[in-house]
């Protein structure tokens, strides 16, 4: 069981920086990619990153085009999500995951990002 608890959202101005946590709890991390979705109000959850166990990455282009940065820290058990040029559409609940592929899925409690114009 991997419990995932995440910190750093708030409200920004447009053009704004903030730095999304998530912390798992449990063993093994180091076996788990680590993703970040959002959902803004009425749309479905979109993927935004992930970083895989051996560090490689990929992220949703379209919507964050080099300005989010997904991190990890096996020795702190966490996953880092560095976002810059913030727009007010990247505002909605940031949610961690955590999977093993073909074996088990988690996802923590979210967090709140809201960017004003």
């Known amino acids: 069981q991997v419990q995932l608890v995440e910190s750093g959202g708030g409200l920004v101005q447009a053009g704004g920086s903030l730095r999304l946590s998530c912390v798992a709890s449990?063993?093994?991390?180091?076996?788990?990619?680590m993703a970040w979705y959002r959902q803004a109000p009425g749309k479905e959850r979109e993927f935004v990153a992930v970083?895989?166990?051996?560090?490689?990455?990929?992220y949703n282009r379209d919507s964050v085009k080099g300005r989010f940065t997904i991190s990890r820290d096996n020795a702190k058990n966490a996953v880092y999500l560095e976002m810059s040029s913030l727009r007010p559409e990247d505002s909605g609940v940031y949610y961690c995951?955590?999977?093993?592929?073909?074996?088990?899925?988690?996802w923590g409690q979210g967090t709140q990002v809201t960017v004003s114009s």
């Open positions: 995951n955590a999977e093993r592929v073909g074996r088990d899925d988690y």
């Open positions: 449990g063993r093994a991390f180091n076996t788990y990619d």
């Open positions: 970083i895989r166990t051996r560090g490689g990455t990929v």
